[in-house]
């Protein structure tokens, strides 16, 4: 069983920033995938952003260039720059191994 532990949402006034942590533990036997999806209310969740073990990254069109994902093993980070009100929702961190496994989701709420 593989767990997923999300921290760093909250309030931030437009133009701020955050900084999302997911930690993973528990039998993680490879990963392909970590990132974020986001989900706002009353819409799909998106990819917001994604890394591969490899070290490729992907964002969604929304995000390039004011988002960064970065991982250290088992750790992702999502570093949020230039926060817009549109950027305000449920943020998902998810691993991929041979399942996709979840986090519980950390609420990010821009606004003045």
């Known amino acids: 069983q593989v767990q997923l532990v999300e921290s760093g949402g909250g309030l931030v006034q437009p133009g701020g920033s955050l900084r999302l942590s997911c930690a993973a533990s528990?039998?993680?036997?490879?990963?392909?995938?970590m990132g974020w999806y986001r989900q706002a209310p009353g819409q799909q969740r998106e990819l917001v952003a994604r890394?591969?073990?490899?070290?490729s990254i992907n964002y969604g069109d929304s995000v390039k260039g004011r988002f960064t994902i970065s991982r250290d093993k088992n750790t992702a980070w999502l570093q949020m720059n230039s926060l817009k009100p549109e950027d305000t929702a449920v943020y998902y961190c998810?691993?991929?191994?041979?399942?996709?496994?979840w986090g519980q989701g950390t609420q990010v709420t821009v606004s003045s």
């Open positions: 528990g039998s993680i036997n490879s990963i392909n995938d």
């Open positions: 998810y691993l991929l191994s041979r399942v996709k496994y």
């Open positions: 890394i591969t073990s490899g070290g």
